[in-house]
């Protein structure tokens, strides 16, 4: 296929499939990985890709989640950011949840590929840290029942796969939630089986500099990682928020994926003020990609400030 072809036939004619990669349009975007160093931290932010939802049809509220997004000029459905997080300290590659893999079609299933485009092997992860376990946390461990990350060690809060790895609650969810067992069961049991599945007990100290910050809820083991070196913070979230438009104005506003949605709300509420108290930066993984920025507290809630863009790296 030629690179460039300003033809005449093409000329005035309106843009087809053929005429638009002739001008080297191809339908995907540049590798989604971002970079920032933290301390002496070097630390990745890796995109899964997209999950298109209707927010709206899906969190309490439906009508203030409407009007919210509607007043940000953005059509629902909305692309929801799925973004992972690689922190590599010098000594370890940690990797913070890993997307979706196969499990929510193409849109999605990602990471691996941005994880390549920015120079690391799937070989090259040490220790994989979930958030919580959920298809697109956890969903990208496995792809066809074999494990994608050779090397690594998986470490989850104990109370995540004692609800999603358990035969007897199984047994008695409710048909909405068997899905979430099932999908559980085809990304995490290869680790099991392996012996490379490692569980914490709430607040740790995992690695230096990595420490483990239980936010209960959304799921009832779902911890954020605090990542500190030299003085400089770092929160990594997880599921605190699904719908940047609706849920930092009010944080009271819950989705179904929520095991227990009055806890989801109570800890969103607690970790939004303290992130806005304490000043320190967030990585959230479905605010627009990279997820990275502050908390501040406004009117009766609080808003998202985005980190500005930065090309300003050091080796
Ligand atoms: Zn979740
Ligand atoms: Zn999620």
Not at 18 to 25: F, L, V
Not at 34 to 55: E, Q
Not at 145 to 165: E, I, K, M, S, Y
């Amino acid at each position: 296929m030629p690179v460039l072809a300003a033809s005449p036939a093409n000329a005035g004619s309106p843009l087809t499939a053929d005429t638009a990669s002739s001008y080297g349009w191809v339908a995907r975007q540049a590798p989604g990985f971002y970079r920032f160093t933290l301390g002496a931290f070097r630390i990745t932010v890796l995109s899964d890709g997209t999950a298109p939802r209707d927010v709206a049809k899906i969190m309490s509220k439906p009508q203030a989640v409407r009007d919210a997004f509607a007043a940000a000029h953005q059509t629902l459905p909305v692309e929801i950011s799925v973004n992972c997080f690689l922190i590599d300290t010098g000594d370890r590659r940690i990797l913070i949840d890993t997307g979706a893999g196969e499990l929510f079609g193409p849109l999605t299933g990602h990471l691996v590929e941005n994880l390549r485009a920015a120079g690391y092997e799937p070989g090259d992860i040490d220790d994989i840290l979930l958030t919580h376990i959920h298809g697109d946390h956890s969903g990208g461990l496995s792809i066809g029942g074999r494990p994608v990350f050779p090397n690594a060690t998986v470490h989850v809060d104990q109370r995540d796969p004692a609800l999603w790895l358990s035969p007897e609650a199984e047994a008695t969810a409710p048909a909405a939630a068997r899905m979430t067992f099932q999908q559980s069961h085809q990304t995490v049991d290869p680790y099991v089986r392996a012996g490379r599945l490692r569980t914490f007990d709430g607040a740790a100290q995992l690695f230096p500099g990595v420490r483990s910050v239980p936010l209960y809820g959304h799921t009832p083991g779902m911890n954020g990682y605090l990542i500190e070196n030299q003085g400089q913070r770092l929160l990594l979230w997880g599921d605190i928020i699904h719908a940047t438009e609706a849920q930092f104005r009010d944080p009271t506003i819950t989705i179904e994926y929520d095991v227990d949605p009055t806890a989801a709300a109570t800890t969103r509420q607690r970790i939004l003020a303290d992130a806005a108290r304490q000043g320190y930066m967030v990585g959230s993984a479905h605010v627009t990609f990279p997820g990275l920025g502050h908390v501040r507290t406004e009117h009766a809630g609080f808003s998202w400030v985005p980190a500005p863009y930065s090309t300003k790296l050091t080796e």
